[in-house]
């Protein structure tokens, strides 16, 4: 049941960070490059450094919002259901799991 509950709520949350992430891309790369658009990789009038200097920021954005998301979700079902929804059901938060 916590396993059912965890994947509607990540989800969700998955739709809305993913949302998010690109919000604050396009802020960001606006406030840096001082550009409204962001390069595409086919963009032939943008330089290599450009559209690298581009991907990689946009990569490192959405990967601290899919971890922050992630571990929202997994707190919110902790809270709705007592259990943590991780993998091996354990880790530092009180619940019970495996010890390496």
């Known amino acids: 049941m916590t396993k059912l509950i965890y994947r509607a709520v990540s ?7 993913g949302l998010l992430a ?4 396009k802020k960001t790369w606006q406030l840096a490059a001082r550009d409204d658009q962001a390069p595409k ?8 450094h450009e559209i690298i200097i581009a991907a990689a920021l946009q990569g490192a ?9 992630d571990r929202l979700a997994a ?3 902790h809270s709705l259901t007592g259990t943590w929804p991780g ?4 880790g530092k938060d009180g619940a019970q799991g495996k010890e390496a």
């Open 11 to 17: 989800m969700l949350a998955g739709v809305v960070g």
């Open 22 to 25: 690109g919000a604050i891309f």
């Open 41 to 48: 990789a086919t963009d032939a009038s943008r330089g290599w």
């Open 61 to 69: 954005i959405f990967a601290v919002v899919k971890a922050t998301v």
């Open 75 to 77: 707190a919110g079902t």
């Open 87 to 90: 993998e091996d059901g354990g």
